[in-house]
């Protein structure tokens, strides 16, 4: 049975309104969030840890909304290009590379970075994803993983739809619930229609969602248009797949009418730091949401990004609407914040799980270190936040009510064993 833990005089971002910030005491019993208020006389209860709260401040942990977990191994591999001589001549020819174990290895090595950096919910979307089940299984952090589908220009593309059904569907709901599943065609120019509407077919029959690249490039939405007549999130609407939870990467590019159809979406996930590092264009964040639209952020793969962590996303987020809109009350530090957190839950259709501090809520929860000097005086945490934090700010980050990382020590990994297992398989690797 996991202990009951009291996070003590702490300062609670509950990310739910920015005036229900609050200091006082946090409770966390069989892995809920059990109370969250005033300080109280605790003293009584049996088998208590008290985590001491001064100077710290607890959030919702971070959902990074898209990854692509086990690409950690090419970071730094091929940076400065254009997505498709990056993807096609560097990416992809080193992924038919990879063997039987190295997905789990670079997912650890991914999972290392999320945890120290207050991630406690990932979306992936990748190959060999019950190597990345196994990761989650075994490191306690949460997850919407599936099995990536590329079929243009493939024989017999249904056995790879059998394949990621079958993942989706053996791994739902595993790992004590941590691990959801979704399937993921992985964009209208490696998925012809044919295929999307097998895949539509199989999600509905099967009650599952969608995590999809989709207006990603010019390029990308002029392609569409031409072969089918229709922008991306045009041509899904027309074979059907906005009746799905959809998970929608990037919408850089959304034409007028694409934006009633991207508002039926669980989530569109801007991936800003990806986008600008591609020059794949700048996402029209402000228009997303006047539309209605649910934002989560994301960093994409490590490769393209090259960290895993948010908050890099949620300052270039809030800086880039700004300048974009040359309006700088544009996408504010609790907006851009609440993305990161309850945004990416409602992406994920987990906002009743996760997301917010709330009574009831599983205690995914991440604290940070306010005793550093750029983080000093503190008048507002929303600010510090989004605009000040670094990653190595957090000290400490528990999910299900598990600590995963305590006084910036893992629990759950050992960081140098998976470092050095990493550097050995990718000699390996390039070498083949
Ligand atoms: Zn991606």
Redesign the pocket.
């Known amino acids: 049975m996991k202990p009951a833990i009291l996070l003590k005089g702490i300062t609670i971002l509950p990310m739910t309104q920015p005036e229900d910030l609050l200091e006082g005491d946090l409770m966390v019993r069989h892995g809920r969030i059990a109370y969250l208020g005033p300080s109280r006389n605790w003293e009584d209860e049996e088998g208590l840890e008290v985590y001491q709260g001064e100077n710290k401040v607890a959030i919702p942990g971070f959902v990074n909304a898209?990854?692509?977990l086990g690409m950690t191994f090419l970071r730094g591999f091929a940076d400065d290009m254009d997505l498709h001589t990056w993807l096609v001549d560097k990416i992809w020819p080193m992924e038919t590379k990879l063997q039987p174990g190295d997905v789990y290895s670079f997912s650890l090595l991914g999972a290392l970075e999320l945890i120290a950096a207050g991630v406690t919910t990932f979306a992936d979307?990748y190959w060999s994803m019950d190597e990345a089940a196994r990761v989650v299984t075994e490191c306690g952090i949460r997850a919407s993983l599936s099995q990536a589908l590329i079929v243009t220009g493939k024989d017999h593309p249904e056995r790879y739809l059998e394949d990621g059904l079958r993942f989706a569907l053996e791994n739902r709901g595993a790992a004590e619930g941590r691990i959801t599943t979704m399937l993921a065609p992985h964009a209208v120019y490696t998925c012809p229609p044919a295929f999307l509407k097998l895949v539509r077919e199989a999600a509905m029959r099967e009650g599952l969602g969608l995590h999809i690249?989709l207006s990603e490039t010019q390029k990308e939405v002029e392609d569409c248009r031409s072969a089918y007549g229709a922008t991306p999130p045009g041509l899904l609407q027309k074979l059907g797949l906005f009746e799905l939870p959809i998970l929608a990467?990037?919408c850089i590019w959304p034409e007028e009418g694409d934006f009633p159809i991207l508002a039926q979406a669980r989530g569109v996930v801007h991936?800003p730091t990806?986008n600008l590092k591609i020059a794949a264009g700048i996402s029209p964040v402000t228009e997303l949401l006047s539309s209605g639209i649910n934002l989560a952020l994301?960093t994409?793969?490590a490769c393209?990004n090259n960290r895993l962590e948010m908050l890099q996303e949620i300052k270039t987020a809030a800086i880039l609407a700004k300048a974009r809109t040359g309006d700088p009350k544009a996408l504010p530090a609790f907006q851009a914040l609440q993305m990161a957190t309850l945004g990416g839950a409602r992406a994920l259709g987990l906002e009743d799980q996760i997301g917010a501090l709330e009574v009831g809520k599983q205690a995914d929860i991440a604290i940070f270190d306010f005793d550093a000097p750029h983080l000093t005086p503190c008048f507002d945490p929303y600010s510090h936040l989004a605009y000040a934090a670094l990653p190595s700010d957090v000290t400490a980050v528990m999910v299900q009510g598990r600590w995963l990382y305590k006084d910036r020590r893992f629990l759950t990994l050992d960081r140098q064993s998976v470092q050095q297992e990493t550097v050995e398989r990718v000699e390996k690797l390039m070498s083949r």
Do not use: A, F, R, Y
């Open positions: 898209h990854t692509h979307m690249h990467i990037h991936c990806s994301g994409d793969g393209s």
